[in-house]
């Protein structure tokens, strides 16, 4: 079984920072691990996700601006946003990509205009 804990979340002005943690416990670290964001109204969607190799993809939206990280050894998950803007503002969810995928419980990232 893996559990996953996100931190980090917060409220933050526009053009702001924020960094979220993802912390994973029980085994299945090896594997793809991603970040999702779901606002209100709107589907989950990726954001970004990297591989145990450390290879990463993004979504159009957050190119360039975030940077998914991990440590494998302390088997956790990073997501640095840089130069935030309203419409980020979602529930972010860590995931284990495999069968079967595992999710955190989200943590609340709100940007004020």
């Known amino acids: 079984q893996v559990q996953l804990v996100e931190s980090g979340g917060g409220l933050v002005q526009a053009g702001g920072s924020l960094r979220l943690s993802c912390e994973a416990s029980?085994?299945?670290?090896?594997?793809?691990m991603g970040w999702y964001r779901q606002a209100p109204g709107k589907q989950r969607e990726s954001a970004a996700t990297i591989t145990w190799g450390g290879s990463a993809t993004y979504a159009d939206s957050v190119k360039g601006r975030f940077t998914i990280s991990r440590d494998n050894a302390k088997k956790m998950v990073y997501l640095q946003m840089n130069s935030l803007k309203p419409e980020d503002t979602a529930v972010y969810y860590c995931?284990?990509?495999?069968?079967?995928?595992?999710w955190g419980q989200g943590t609340q990232v709100t940007v004020s205009s």
């Open positions: 995931a284990l990509v495999g069968v079967p995928w595992f």
């Open positions: 029980g085994s299945n670290f090896i594997s793809t």
